[in-house]
């Protein structure tokens, strides 16, 4: 196991936004988290990373392999981020630095974490790029984000997250922001670099169709707890909780 | 905008009783004032002391009463001259707006070249081509001030303009006029009271500014900036100049408290729109 | 580089777009010259305009501003003075020959210090440029790092305390503390040198740029450097104390915008050390406001400078301006407007460089 949340709580403004979420995630395989908007997915992402907005207490723990990532001080957890633990958010036109160009941005993060010089980092970057098939990759480096359209600015972000070679990838509502034509691009690419790379990767996302096409395990998140965790084929065929039911009828056109 | 509540803080407050307290100076000068703000009956130049508070003028005046009724100058001289910066401004940008094309153009140029020269130095001439007064401090100030509210005006216009209820009017047949003044005027009036709230200290820097250049009021009128110029020549005598100086900064840090948080009560969206364009 | 044509009006402004990198940035940047240029010549002869209806078409009588009283009560010499200003013109014409002059240079001769304009603003203005350059440097420095501070502290002690100082600095009247500052830091604590520009002891610096700082560093003479630099310290400090309150404020709200930006919280989600968040991904982006509001202030610094060189007795254009405006020197009235309008085209044209070079987005289309 390489992730594990454990009894995560989280307050917030005098409000219990995650109250005991619990959640494991595993080298090579997708972990899909799914509920409404609201649910606290996107809280449990950025409590892994300790990003929770200013003024949020945290309890329980988060363990990476033997050490407690709630634990550590700042400079401790700075190390871990970016570096072993790593994050694709929802929007992909915000989420990339509009002043800085893709090498900047695939590079920066790397020479800290890594120490390369700058024609290594330079180097891996194209293969970065390549990696997540952005055409002219060379090219591409001297480019700003606003350049690209949306599902390759998405793919820049994923390249930007595997710089460090992360072995958790947490990718919060990775296609929700992206036109329908090139959401299941994105999947697929997250699928296969977590096939190839033997990353353990946590997809968020409130619709359980992107969940029923990559997902390896499922959990359904309700109110800021996790209601039901198990196999996808299980979890989807025959949910044990009546919210998972109800989410899966809400889905259109969806049959078992 | 939800006045109440934001209007609960500290700086507000103060602001608030400074403001007022001015109010109450300017208004009962003749009956708070220990002497008349023109006799020359005192000793010439002596410190603050008994009798004499803030000490008297190198023609032995009572600074202290002068001070006093320079606030029924000032006051009420520098809210007329935002109420017509308004008035010139909002108008001259609602018509740009909502007409658009060369009217906008042209309006919207002029604003520019206004804009082009610093505040003092386009006030200074014109006072001195209008002649050294009080009244002419007053027009020259104007002619520096109304372009922030075209500005605004003419922004908050056309993003109303772009909305339904005033294009089905016109095509319901109103007048321009009718529409500009039921559709449009009332979504415009909150930002502009704003920046109007925050005007009211930078108009009074600018018309004392220009009467310590001369420009404005005359000798022995108890004009603060004035009374600062005239405190200039015997600055060894730092009371002449220091009380009235006060005066204005007192004056302009209550208004720019109240404007201040008057900004902060306002959406974030409507404020930034009032910032870029008035600035 | 290549030679820049002017746009055509078939031009496709988002041919850049699909050209991307260096290469891209050329015709757009031509494009924006030609147009600046063109406001820049529109604006110079509105100024000129400007002055001129201003300093005509009004009450006030440069014949009597000018002539004492004994000469005003002879016909002959005041006829002979409008004359010998071109005063006996159709006004028109008074412009049209004024604005022949410009073009070719000359802004015409002073009425007060009979020298040509030309020549008096070549005096003055390093001066004020020394005066409000220094101001606006100082005020970008402090007012910056207080806003940053003051957005980083959020409603803590220290942002509060920054939110009234700020309001302090753009409520106190500017002649009024030039005086102040005059009286307790010369008259009183003597820490301060005196008025003008150097000590009175000390001949100027041999003229290159006019700036007395730079100059004696230039040619290396250091006594004069130290007290350039003594006297324009209190005058610049005053003077920027406005522009310090303006722009603390603007850059405390542009940072908070900034920080609560997405890609913010995608940097820190790299591992990047908390300077690189600041600088890079906080205050970079939050500058292009920021300028914006450096440029304008500069412009409310030049207003400042009339007040402050008075007290100061700094030989500048705002003392110029006065002394014309005062007595309706109509052509140095003229010749102040068309520097200060220059100056404020130059200020806009800096601001709209750096946009370029901070923000690609605006470098790129
Ligand atoms: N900055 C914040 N301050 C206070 N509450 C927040 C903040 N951001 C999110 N929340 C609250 O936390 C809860 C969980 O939010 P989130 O994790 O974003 O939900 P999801 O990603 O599942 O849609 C929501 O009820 C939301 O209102
Ligand atoms: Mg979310």
């Not at chain 3, 005053?238 to 603007?250: D, E, H, P, Q, S």
């Amino acid at each position: 196991m390489t992730l594990a949340i454990s009894d995560l709580k989280v307050t917030l403004g005098g409000r219990e936004i995650l109250r005991g979420v619990d959640l494991e995630l595993r080298a090579g395989q997708v972990h899909g988290l799914a509920g409404e908007s609201g649910s606290g997915k996107t809280m449990t992402g950025l409590a892994v990373l300790g990003l929770l907005p200013h003024g949020a207490r945290v309890s329980g723990r988060i363990t990476l392999g033997e050490r407690d990532l709630l634990a550590m001080t700042p400079r401790q957890l700075n190390a871990v981020r970016g570096g072993e633990v790593a994050m694709v958010f929802q929007d992909p036109a915000t989420s990339l630095h509009p002043m800085l160009t893709i090498g900047r941005q695939l590079t920066e993060h790397m020479r800290h974490h890594m120490r390369l010089d700058r024609r290594q980092a330079r180097a891996r970057a194209a293969d970065l790029l390549r990696q997540v098939r952005i055409p002219g990759a060379e090219e591409a480096l001297g480019r700003y984000p606003h350049q690209f359209s949306g599902g390759m600015r998405q793919r820049i972000a994923i390249a930007v997250a595997l710089a460090c070679s992360p072995k958790v990838l947490i990718a919060d509502e990775p296609t929700t922001a992206l036109d329908v034509t090139v959401q299941a691009g994105i999947l697929r690419l997250l699928r296969g670099l977590c096939d190839d790379l033997d990353l353990a990767v946590l997809l968020v996302t409130h619709d359980l169709g992107v969940m029923s096409a990559v997902a390896d395990e499922v959990s359904v998140m309700r109110d800021g707890v996790v209601v039901e965790t198990g196999p996808r084929a299980q979890v989807l065929r025959d949910p044990a909780h009546p919210y998972t039911r109800a989410l899966l009828d809400s889905l259109p056109g969806e049959t078992s | 905008m939800k006045l109440p509540r934001a209007w609960r803080q500290p700086l507000a407050i103060t602001g608030g009783v400074i403001a007022l307290a001015w109010f109450v100076i300017a208004l009962s000068a003749p009956l708070l004032a220990p002497h008349d703000p023109l006799a020359q009956e005192l000793p010439r130049l002596a410190p603050p002391g008994p009798g004499h508070w803030f000490g008297t003028d190198q023609l032995g005046r009572d600074i202290l009463s002068r001070v006093m009724y320079g606030a029924r100058l000032s006051i009420p001289l520098t809210l007329l001259l935002v109420a017509m910066s308004v008035l010139v401004g909002g108008l001259l940008g609602a018509i740009s707006g909502y007409f658009g094309k060369w009217v906008d153009e042209t309006i919207m140029r002029f604003a520019d070249l206004v804009f082009a020269f610093p505040t003092v130095i386009l006030a200074m001439v014109v006072a001195a081509a209008l002649g050294a007064s009080l009244a002419n401090a007053v027009l020259a100030v104007l002619v520096v001030a109304w372009p922030a509210y075209a500005r605004v005006t003419r922004g908050l216009v056309l993003g109303v303009r772009q909305r339904e209820f005033v294009l089905s009017g016109r095509l319901l047949g109103f007048s321009a006029w009718r529409s500009l003044r039921v559709d449009v005027l009332p979504n415009v009036t909150g930002p502009i009271l704003v920046l109007a709230t925050l005007d009211i200290g930078t108009a009074l820097l600018l018309l004392s500014g220009l009467s310590f250049l001369g420009l404005g009021a005359k000798p022995p009128s108890p004009e603060w900036g004035a009374m600062v110029a005239s405190g200039v020549e015997v600055f060894d005598s730092w009371w002449v100049a220091a009380f009235p100086g006060l005066a204005i900064l007192t004056v302009v840090l209550a208004f720019n408290f109240l404007g201040d948080t008057l900004r902060d009560a306002l959406d974030p969206r409507t404020a930034r729109a009032i910032k870029e364009r008035a600035l | 580089m290549s030679i820049k044509r002017p746009p055509a009006p078939g031009d496709d402004p988002k041919a850049a777009r699909r050209e991307p990198g260096r290469r891209g940035a050329r015709s757009p940047l031509a494009r924006f010259l030609v147009r600046r240029v063109l406001t820049a010549l529109l604006l110079a002869v509105g100024i000129t305009l400007v002055t001129f209806v201003l300093t005509n078409l009004v009450p006030g009588d440069p014949v009597a501003a000018n002539l004492g009283q004994r000469a005003l009560g002879d016909p002959a010499i005041v006829a002979q003075w409008r004359t010998e200003h071109g005063l006996d013109k159709p006004l028109p014409e008074q412009y049209l020959l004024h604005l022949r002059g410009v073009v070719q240079g000359d802004l015409g001769t002073s009425q007060q210090s009979h020298r040509p304009v030309l020549d008096d603003l070549a005096d003055s203005v390093p001066a004020t440029l020394e005066l409000a350059g220094a101001a606006i440097l100082i005020s970008i420095v402090v007012g910056v790092a207080f806003g940053v501070v003051a957005a980083l502290r959020r409603d803590r002690f220290s942002d509060h305390l920054l939110r009234v100082l700020s309001l302090f600095g753009i409520s106190v009247p500017t002649f009024w503390l030039a005086l102040t500052a005059f009286y307790v830091l010369f008259y009183r604590l003597r820490i301060a040198p005196g008025s003008g520009r150097i000590d009175p002891g000390l001949t100027p610096p041999p003229h290159v740029t006019g700036l007395y700082t730079l100059d004696a560093a230039l040619a290396g003479q250091w006594d004069v450097f130290s007290s350039a630099v003594g006297h324009l310290v209190t005058p610049a400090l005053v003077l920027a104390l406005y522009t310090i309150g303006l722009l603390t404020r603007f850059t405390r709200s542009a940072v908070l915008e900034v920080l609560g930006q997405d890609h913010v919280r995608a940097g820190r989600a790299k591992g990047l050390p908390p300077r690189v968040i600041l600088f890079r991904y906080v205050l970079r982006p939050a500058l292009v406001p920021v300028i914006t509001v450096a440029g304008l202030a500069f412009g409310s610094l030049l207003s400042g400078t009339v007040l402050v060189e008075a007290i100061f007795a700094w030989p500048g254009v705002g003392q110029y301006a006065y002394k014309s405006a005062t007595t309706l020197d109509l052509p140095a009235v003229m010749g102040v407007g068309l520097v200060v309008g220059g100056v404020y085209l130059v200020i806009n044209l800096i601001v709209d460089v750096l946009y370029g070079v901070i923000d690609p987005r605006v470098r790129l289309s």
